[in-house]
């Protein structure tokens, strides 16, 4: 019987990864490739691959262990002789992160592509040379797996009958989250924030690949007898808005009303419309050039590549209009709930509750351990020194991003380096005081903006959400390394790892979700960008926040089979108009909040 690292090497040579999403895939799989290209944006392809997962499901669960294992994949090579590759190897793909015995398997990594398959061009010089500034996060080969698990954790129709826990909710939050992040290095480069594509009819802009600048959506004829046009991307567009307007999504609310949505505009099981708006925009952009369905797939045919594409971004901002139409539907937050804390913002004599320090500031054993890193920031900026200023020896105002290289698989002499943006490793210490009359346990949010969008909700990136017990009535110095971030995967390190081995558990399988470490701060400027960092703490009784701090991204991926683990809305409190008053002045007036201003350097 074959051990886990056989298993491993067949379903690397079953799951080989093509150049292009549309071109044949490996001739493990078959000799003749007997169908056109897949992409799971399509709700009847997706749904096909679920039912073949499901299948190899079967032949696993019939025998368990290395040998259900053995038999899925070889199920998988007898499927792949009546249907097409890449339907089947997206079929493993689910099988691998959703099966308890397929889970200890390991998906095959995103390769680099060649320099010249993903130029961007646009009519102007210029901005042709500052959009391909932007190249290190489109390409980026961990946020592009980031975006690939995402839609295998999260498939269309749900898998085998089940769909995640507010996963229409979470599929609007997470893709706004990856644009708040885009639009920040776009500012860092020089650009505006990405515009939404709303007219159908327009000329796209930036061209990308084969595609020329201002090039125009056009009716395609897609493999497998599939017909889209302009005219219906426009009809599901207006259905959907319109739904919007009409209050029929409304469910009394904001949690059940955008699951909803997102239910309807990724389609899910019990969506409460038939289109499928999302993804016909992603088909129509992947077959604008051949809209005959004979040439290539573009690359936003596919979660694994979409990113790449410029149009992926626009496309996207005018799907979050969507869901942020639904958030303007409903009033502002009262914060009447929050727990009895009191943080003070950076206009304070004491410097403000905010404190950024690098890793490297720490004492060497405080690094390491979390009892002696909370002891020295509890020293350094708590007790007597509560209501001073931080030191400069031990702080900072200014975080430190670079590009760097690092191998794409170490254990190959023959590897080529990639390079990606990194940043010096830095903790926040979040200071506050509690008015209880008990010990406390809060939920502390931590959120970033560049300044000159700081009065934009959609423009705050979310650091992380922990949770920390208070003493009654005492000031506290809650140290929080950034590596320990809830929206990034787990587990973090010094480097990326691009090739993953064996996952073993599935456990371990789900904390490969999530957004990757490297990026979690934009490039900023070799000036220095103003930014802010905001501090919200709310009740962690009302939160209920759960899950694995260890393991995945609790904030863009839930738990696996259980309850997204906070019980308020997603991106809260930013996820509400602010009514009269300013954000800015909502975080420096509130008590349970605190904000402050500091730089990102590009060095």
Not at 413 to 420: A, I, S
Not at 447 to 462: M, N, S, Y
């Amino acid at each position: 019987m074959p051990d886990i690292e056989e298993l491993q090497g067949r379903a690397d040579k079953l799951l080989g990864t093509a150049v292009s999403p549309g071109e044949a895939v490996t001739q493990a799989l078959v000799e003749d490739d007997p169908g056109g290209p897949f992409s799971p944006f399509i709700p009847a392809q997706a749904a096909a691959a679920v039912e073949l997962a499901g299948e190899l499901a079967e032949a696993a669960d019939e025998r368990g262990g290395e040998e259900g294992i053995e038999a899925a994949l070889d199920r998988a090579q007898e499927l792949a002789r009546e249907h097409p590759p890449q339907l089947v190897q997206h079929a493993l793909h689910l099988f691998v992160v959703h099966h308890p015995e397929g889970s200890r398997l390991s998906v095959p990594p995103i390769e680099p592509l060649p320099d010249d398959e993903v130029t961007v061009v646009t009519t102007d010089a210029e901005e042709t040379a500052n959009e391909r500034a932007l190249d290190h996060l489109r390409n980026d080969l961990l946020a592009n797996e980031h975006h690939r698990h995402w839609h295998v954790v999260y498939p269309l129709r749900g898998w085998q009958g089940r769909r995640g826990d507010r996963v229409g909710e979470l599929f609007f939050y997470m893709h706004e989250q990856m644009l708040a992040r885009y639009d920040a290095e776009r500012r860092s480069a020089g650009l505006d924030r990405v515009e939404a594509y709303e007219d159908y009819r327009a000329p796209i802009g930036q061209g990308f690949r084969d595609r020329p600048p201002d090039q125009q959506l056009a009716d395609a004829s897609i493999p497998d007898d599939l017909q889209l046009s302009v005219a219906e991307l426009e009809a599901q567009r207006d259905e959907i808005y319109g739904a919007v307007d009409a209050g029929d999504f409304d469910r009394g609310t904001m949690i059940e009303s955008m699951d909803a949505l997102g239910q309807a505009e990724e389609p899910q099981l019990g969506s409460a419309l038939e289109g499928w708006h999302h993804g016909a925009g992603h088909m129509l952009c992947a077959w604008i050039m051949h809209p005959d369905g004979q040439g290539e797939m573009g690359l936003m045919g596919s979660p694994r590549t979409a990113i790449r594409d410029p149009f992926f971004w626009r496309w996207h901002r005018h799907v979050d209009n969507l869901g942020f139409a639904m958030q303007e539907r409903f009033g502002p937050h009262e914060f009447d709930d929050a727990p009895p804390v009191e943080l003070r913002s950076d206009d304070d004599a004491s410097g403000g509750d905010l404190i950024l320090c690098f890793e490297d500031q720490l004492p060497a054993d405080a690094r390491t351990a979390e009892a002696t890193g909370a002891a020295w920031a509890e020293e350094t900026f708590g007790g007597e020194r509560f209501d001073s200023p931080p030191g400069e020896a031990a702080s900072t105002d200014t975080l430190e991003t670079s590009f760097t290289e690092t191998p794409f698989d170490p254990s190959d002499p023959d590897t080529l380096p990639v390079t990606h943006l990194t940043h010096r490793p830095f903790c926040v210490v979040v200071r506050l005081r509690s008015t209880a009359g008990e010990r406390l346990r809060v939920t502390v949010r931590l959120f970033l903006a560049p300044a000159v969008d700081a009065d934009d909700r959609r423009a705050w990136i979310e650091l992380d959400k922990f949770d920390a017990w208070v003493e009654a009535g005492a000031p506290a110095a809650l140290l929080r390394p950034m590596r320990m971030s809830s929206v990034v995967r787990k587990p973090t390190t010094p480097q990326p790892v691009f090739v993953q081995p064996p996952a073993q558990t599935r456990r371990e399988q789900y904390c490969r979700c999530g957004w990757p470490y490297h990026l979690l701060l934009p490039r900023g400027t070799a000036e220095g960008m103003p930014f802010r960092l905001a501090a919200v703490v709310t009740d962690f009784a009302l939160d209920n926040l759960s899950g694995d701090p260890n393991c995945g991204s609790l904030s863009f991926c839930g738990a696996a089979d259980d309850v997204f683990p906070d019980r308020r809305e997603m991106g809260y409190p930013f996820n509400r108009k602010f009514g009269s008053r300013e954000i800015d002045e909502v975080l420096r007036a509130e008590p349970s909040m605190a904000v402050r201003d500091l730089t990102i350097r590009h060095t």
